[in-house]
């Protein structure tokens, strides 16, 4: 492929860097921005400038409407009954449309177009049921951010409650996850999609004669050697996003796959000792592995009474869609060419909650489709920046808070919106964000080529700023 699969305007090798200008906010196509100079035998890219924020959390506080921090624990209660109510409907209407589907009450020509009526039914069943389901996933994630009401115990009751009844180990998930929070985009400490290094791949060393360090200038040999360490095939991208969409959930609780690479091998969710809990916590990941017990049982029950059949198609199809929705909604929220990581001199609170994308999840597939989709999922994807500057906003309020941010950063230069979430985006995004260089205290991911598209524009100074209360 070398150095023509790429679409964007491009820059020479011999044009000064001050002719590199902003890239736009919406994500550019797959590699659509590199060009060979045939003098040098290398690729230059014109690299979209991010402009590192140095804004204290405060400030980002104040311009979001104080009543949007208000939390009801009966109008949060509401969205789960409306949840729990459209899945029931959508069970009642599979069960009654699979009913007529009997030689008896319809003809078909074939008698194997039974059987594709019938599993197509239930598989509408369980991508919309699905949907919803991860509605109720937001909701029990929002208990854990103590975002449901003004009563932690209501919000831990509830989350644990909700969660248990996904699968999910609900305090385990709710400590790491606030530990996400405060660290977000930060290389050393964030606790999940922490992109991989250069070394940690086993690529070659970085070679400052033959690569820019930032990713807008590498000779044809490295591009030949990266590609050949890494690949970049279409199968390949649609075989590793698919079984990191399937698989993916279950992977980060069991086996910490894609989380914290400083953790040792073995950690996950269920160890009370594990290194990301603290010793006070023994308990309460004690209560999260019996929530899970308890759903086990439950499952094991109800197959051993209905049949596994009955069980995959009503329980277990949706809880597959779940988690791959969840895992589909966080990757596009944190992953992107478009999106810097930190490491510990240049990362701030208010910089890692601003390292995220808002997407509208399904709005690849037009403007009611986008609306479903953010109908059914409480709005997690579409108002995710305001959700890391301030996670206790209930999904009621996000939608007017994010707004307000937006108003407020509209001149800083930040990105804050990505194209639409969906199963192209993530294949574009698993393609183009393949690793990010061992040294550099703001760093852009590179892709199979060692080319990156954003570089970083940092403030004459920088604010140091936590501003985040993680939950014990």
């Known amino acids: 492929m070398g150095a023509k699969v790429c679409e964007l305007r491009l820059l020479f090798a011999s044009l000064p860097r001050r002719f590199v200008a902003p890239l736009s906010h919406s994500p550019p196509s797959s590699l659509a921005m590199a060009r060979k100079n045939d ?8 690299q979209g400038v991010y402009p590192v924020p140095d804004l204290p959390i405060k400030d980002l506080l104040d311009s979001i409407p104080r009543h949007c921090f208000e939390r009801s624990a ?5 969205y789960i009954v409306w949840d729990s109510f459209v899945i029931v409907c959508l069970y009642k209407a599979a069960t009654y449309l699979d009913s007529f589907v009997d030689p008896s009450t319809l003809s078909l020509p074939s008698p194997h177009l039974y059987t594709f009526a019938h599993v197509a039914i239930w598989a509408l069943y369980g991508f919309w049921a699905g949907l919803f389901a991860t509605g109720l996933w937001v909701i029990g994630h929002e208990c854990g951010h103590q975002a449901f009401s003004e009563s932690k115990t209501i919000n831990n009751t509830v989350g644990w409650i ?4 996904l699968g999910v180990p609900y305090h385990a998930w709710r400590i790491t996850h606030a530990k996400h929070h405060a660290s977000t985009g930060h290389l050393t400490q ?22 820019d360090l930032l990713g807008s200038r590498v000779t044809e040999e490295v591009k030949r050697e990266l590609w050949e360490a890494l690949g970049d095939s279409p199968i390949g991208a649609v075989m590793g996003s698919a079984s990191y969409l399937l698989g993916g959930w279950p992977a980060y609780i069991v086996m910490n796959s894609s989380g914290q690479k400083r953790y040792p091998k073995g950690t996950n969710h269920f160890d009370p000792s594990a290194p990301m809990f603290a010793p006070h916590h023994r308990g309460q990941i004690i209560a999260s592995n019996v929530g899970i017990l308890l759903w086990l049982v439950g499952i094991a029950t109800s197959i051993y009474l209905k049949g596994f059949l009955e069980v995959f198609k009503v329980y277990l199809v949706p809880y597959l869609w779940v988690n791959h929705w969840l895992v589909l909604i966080t990757f596009l929220q944190h992953t992107d060419p478009l999106l810097p990581h930190y490491r510990a001199p240049e990362h701030t609170f208010a910089r890692g909650a601003l390292a995220t994308l808002d997407r509208n999840l399904l709005g690849d597939l037009g403007s009611v489709m986008a609306w479903i989709g953010s109908h059914a999922t409480n709005g997690i994807s579409e108002t995710h920046v305001l959700h890391h500057v301030s996670s206790k906003i209930p999904h009621y309020h996000a939608w007017e808070a994010s707004h307000a941010l937006k108003k407020r950063l509209a001149n800083a230069g930040i990105p804050m919106n990505g194209a ?6 993530v294949y574009r995004v698993f393609k183009e964000c393949k ?12 892709n199979a080529y060692g080319l990156a598209k954003m570089r ?16 014990k």
């Open 39 to 46: 003098d040098d035998n290398v690729t230059v890219v014109q």
């Open 74 to 78: 009966l109008r949060s209660g509401l």
């Open 162 to 165: 909700v969660h248990s009844a």
């Open 190 to 211: 964030d606790q999940v999609f922490v992109p991989s290094t250069r070394s940690e791949l086993g690529l070659p060393p970085f070679d400052p004669a033959k690569e």
């Open 420 to 425: 639409p979430g969906g199963w192209a985006e």
């Open 435 to 446: 690793f990010v260089e061992d040294e550099g205290d703001v760093v852009f991911f590179k």
């Open 456 to 471: 970083p524009q940092l403030p004459e100074s920088s604010a140091s700023d936590s501003g985040i209360e993680v939950e």
